[in-house]
């Protein structure tokens, strides 16, 4: 993929206030209807999530934690069917 593609530009880094170095990840495996929710609070990167979440060859959506104020926010990082994971 292209920079036009996927909408890339450069970007100034002092708007940023802070860094998560370990963030926590939420893994949801959906399972003959059923949903399991797993929180992964140990992770060193985001590979070890994915490492995780693909053990077993189930299908997953993988979130990152955040806080949008003080609520709890998930971004999706994965989702089934995905290549490249």
Avoid at 15 to 26: A, C, L, Q, T
Avoid at 65 to 80: G, K, N
């Amino acid at each position: 993929m292209n920079n036009e593609q996927v909408g890339a530009r450069m970007v100034n880094p002092m708007y940023v206030k802070g860094e998560i170095e370990n963030p926590i990840y939420r893994v949801y495996f959906d399972v003959d209807g059923a949903q399991y929710e797993w929180r992964l609070e140990s992770c060193q990167s985001v590979h070890d999530a994915l490492q995780w979440a693909n053990q077993d060859g189930r299908p997953y959506y993988l979130y990152v934690e955040t806080y949008d104020t003080s609520d709890l926010t998930l971004i999706q990082l994965a989702a089934p069917g995905e290549t490249g994971l």
